[in-house]
């Protein structure tokens, strides 16, 4: 079954938005971290966002492992953000 470029684009759109997302996600926990912990709270926080960046980067050079791995880790992204978005605008 073959897909349409348009649909291929919105694809690429709704997973580079993800990506976005995760990152951004990714740099919030990092300042949190920073601002409640000081330096020593640090150090485990940037080396698992680290390990997640680098999975990032080899995401976009092709790495077949890493696709899997980003796409784990979007679909917990969007579960979080859609999921829990009515539950944030209630309270």
């Given at each position: 079954m073959l897909f349409s470029s348009e649909q291929v684009n919105r694809g690429r759109?709704?997973?580079n938005t993800g990506i976005i997302i995760l990152i951004f996600l990714l740099l919030a926990d990092i300042a949190i971290s920073?601002?409640?912990n000081g330096i020593?709270?640090?150090t485990g926080k940037t080396?698992?966002?680290g390990i997640i960046l680098f999975n990032i980067f080899l995401y976009y050079k092709g790495?077949?492992?890493?696709?899997?791995?980003t796409?784990?880790?979007?679909s917990?992204?969007?579960i979080f953000i859609f999921g829990l978005l009515p539950a944030y605008l209630v309270l």
């Open positions: 759109k709704i997973v920073l601002v409640s020593k709270g640090l080396f698992i966002s790495n077949r492992i890493a696709f899997k791995i796409m784990f880790l979007l917990g992204v969007y």
